[in-house]
């Protein structure tokens, strides 16, 4: 069926409930229509999902008919690593889709990083989602959500951000010219690598007194009263594109689950999004079995850690107890305490898909952990000694793979998959800085977080500008 044909066909499928959003809340279970706007239940306020009547989707008897595609790369829907998988998420006709080449991505077995954790050759991987077009992961699920604003007819985006949001955000609405982006900043929590990227592609920029949490609040706030889309993780479209990620770990792996999915906790949307992910591939019969998945706190944004770790936070049945989260969230507030973390991206005391990530560590028998900023600075830099640079939210995956494997619970012969979010000139800044030579400029970056040490440190080398002296240099460090 060529792709004109199929989006036709498409459209009287999504109008007549192909598609829908049903409330998490088994108690509840409301449905609402696919065309609607909304982030939470209207009845009882818990978080949507997006589901389908697979019974009506036309899904490939095998993951591998996915590859067909690739001999389509000329045609936009097939090139995007997103869309290339549109009948795993198929909520929108083919004709209302929106791309801009996103899921251009890289798994990169990662001898050297497996060394580092303790694993056998072969058995790490990094998924490097850095090679995105705005640099991190986020364009998986900006596709989505934004595809969803368009055929809703918006003409304002907005989104709460820590930076990799608010760049993705502002790259859909100036590439395609659909719609305003509107972006909320915390004062102070954002990096300047991640903040010219939204200032440079036009959005209107809004910077609030406090950190992500407080710019959460206020943009739910402003999105309600104006009338303006929500393009946060608590969107539930946002999920369906972060699926594809683990769609191409599988591509990559030839269609083999890996032991391990390792993967940065912030929001919490990606750890929600793989789940469901591996959660219908099983029930489609595409897979036998699901992965583990591990989720890696910073030391100082733990909120998931401290509620399933340590509180024993569950899923049970999609009713977890909800006093145990709220006891938390008050003694947060009663410290006033705030995330503080070299990991900007992850630095995040309240994330909205907490329920969400609950459900995926139930179906995939996840763990949690938590790394400090100096684990996750060493493990950066043994990344980027292996050749791909990343962020330093995403060495939070290799730091946590680290851990797990001194713990025995990661096995050196299993097969894992770090997940890397964003691209290593998304925060320049810690980089340098744990590279100098310049112990003030390390301190005031990176041991006000308790970094003590660059154990990898890869330092320039100070040499007069003589010719011997520079060739004596050479031969002493090379």
């Known amino acids: 069926m060529a792709d004109t044909e199929l989006a036709s066909a498409l459209t009287k499928r999504v109008t007549s409930g192909l598609a829908f959003q049903k409330c998490l809340n088994p108690l509840c279970g409301a449905d609402f229509d696919v065309g609607q706007v909304k982030t939470a239940c209207d009845r009882c306020g818990d978080l949507l999902d997006v589901e389908y009547d697979w019974s009506r989707v036309e899904v490939p008897q095998n993951l591998a008919d996915f590859e067909r595609y690739w001999s389509r790369r000329f045609e936009p829907l097939r090139f995007s690593g997103v869309w290339r998988f549109h009948e795993l998420l198929p909520f929108a006709p083919l004709d209302k889709v929106v791309t801009v080449g996103e899921g251009q991505t890289l798994l990169q077995q990662a001898n050297w990083v497996g060394k580092y954790v303790g694993m056998d050759e072969g058995r790490l991987f990094l998924q490097y989602e850095g090679m995105n077009p705005s640099g991190s992961f986020k364009d998986n699920g900006m596709c989505a959500a934004f595809t969803h604003a368009f055929m809703t007819g918006a003409k304002r985006a907005a989104c709460a951000s820590t930076g990799n949001t608010s760049a993705s955000l502002a790259m859909y609405c100036s590439v395609t010219q659909l719609m305003k982006a509107v972006i909320f900043i915390g004062s102070g929590k954002i990096s300047y690598g991640k903040l010219s990227q939204a200032l440079e592609y036009g959005a209107l920029t809004v910077q609030i007194a406090g950190d992500f949490d407080d710019a959460m609040i206020r943009v739910r706030e402003v999105s309600k009263d104006l009338g303006i889309y929500l393009v946060n993780s608590i969107n539930p479209f946002r999920l369906e ?54 989720v890696i706190n910073a030391a100082g944004a733990d909120t998931l850690y401290q509620l399933f770790d340590r509180r024993n936070l569950r899923w049970n049945g999609g009713q977890p107890d909800r006093l145990i989260s709220c006891d938390y969230y008050n003694d947060l507030d009663s410290r006033r305490a705030k995330a503080d973390t070299i990991a900007s991206a992850i630095e995040i005391n309240r994330p909205v898909n907490l329920v969400k990530c609950l459900r995926a560590l139930d179906v995939c028998d996840g763990v949690v952990r938590k790394v400090t900023d100096q684990e996750i600075l060493d493990a950066k830099a043994q990344v980027g000694a292996g050749g791909i640079g990343c962020e330093p939210a995403s060495a939070a995956s290799v730091a946590g793979a680290k851990l797990l494997r001194q713990q025995g619970i990661i096995a050196p012969s299993d097969r894992v998959v770090c997940i890397l979010t964003g691209h290593q000139l998304k925060d320049p800044t810690a980089t340098v800085a744990y590279h100098t030579t310049d112990q003030d400029k390390f301190n005031e970056v990176l041991g006000s977080r308790g970094v003590t040490r660059a154990s990898f440190a890869n330092r320039a080398v100070a040499v007069p500008n003589e010719l011997d002296a520079i060739i004596r240099a050479i031969q002493l460090y090379s």
Not at 272 to 284: D, I, P, R, V, Y
């Open 241 to 294: 594109g972060q699926k594809t990620i683990m769609y191409r770990v599988l591509e990559a792996l030839r269609w083999q689950v890996p032991d391990w999915i390792v993967v940065p906790g912030g929001n919490l949307g990606n750890s929600s999004a793989f789940g469901k992910a591996f959660q219908e591939l099983l029930h489609l019969g595409l897979i036998d079995r699901v992965p583990r998945l591990a």
